[in-house]
């Protein structure tokens, strides 16, 4: 029963370098989207897709890109890290159909951009 | 557009203690009201729900109800647990939004035995 999950859990980087956040799930959802969770910020949206091949900019999309090439998989590519992207990174799922705002979470993954 | 403000914590009560973290709400249209929960190393999980004007959302001794009047969804518990240690985040889904969710930026609340 795996519902999301993501990879790595943890990461530490350096400014400038690249990496990417991998996202899947295996509930046939076809919306999906990222989060970043910044203390005394809440959470807020990166980018999102409400279907292979379609995706959309959030609230904070700078510094963030995203392809959809499958339903399943929903990876988060950060171009040039910088320590401004130090954050808890939560990518989240939902039915196209149905009610609304019924996400579902990963467990999230640390990233420390030094 | 779209904001979420919730009570600040952290928020420290006894067990067996009454619960309620303040939530309002700022949106344009009619939107849907959410608690969710997040357990010390995990990923949010929805907590409960409304989805128009005096429903009222409940889920394991956890309520909250819809008031259009004051732009509010306050979560109550009428006698916590240690169990229920966790964030608490309020948040709004605008009708024509896709699904994306406004979120407050949470509150800490800690039950000691």
Redesign the interface.
């Known amino acids: 029963n795996a519902g999301?999950t993501q990879t790595p859990k943890f990461q530490v980087l350096k400014t400038g370098q690249s990496m990417t956040l991998q996202c899947a799930q295996d509930m046939n959802h076809e919306?999906m989207?990222w989060?970043r969770q910044d203390p005394?910020?809440?959470?807020?949206?990166i980018h999102?897709s409400?279907g292979a091949g379609i995706t959309?900019q959030?609230e904070v999309p700078n510094g963030y890109n995203v392809s959809r090439s499958t339903t399943e998989d929903f990876p988060l590519r950060l171009l040039s890290a910088a320590p401004s992207q130090t954050s808890v990174y939560?990518c989240?799922s939902?039915q196209r159909q149905g009610?609304?705002?019924?996400?579902f979470?990963?467990?999230?993954s640390r990233l420390t951009v030094l | 557009g779209d904001s979420v403000t919730q009570m600040e914590g952290p928020v420290t009560l006894s067990e067996e203690a009454f619960l309620t973290i303040n939530c309002t709400y700022t949106a344009t249209g009619y939107p849907s009201l959410f608690w969710y929960v997040q357990y010390p190393g995990e990923g949010l999980q929805l907590l409960l729900k409304a989805t128009k004007a005096d429903d009222k959302g409940s889920n394991k001794g956890f309520e909250a109800t819809y008031r259009k009047e004051t732009t509010s969804f306050h979560l109550e518990k009428g006698s916590v647990q240690v169990s229920d240690s966790a964030v608490y985040f309020c948040a709004l889904s605008d009708r024509g939004s896709a699904r994306q969710l406004t979120f407050g930026s949470g509150t800490q609340l800690t039950v000691l035995p």
């Open positions: 999301v919306y989207s989060y005394g910020m809440g959470l807020r949206l999102y409400v959309d959030g939560f989240a939902s009610a609304i705002g019924e996400l979470f990963g467990e999230g």
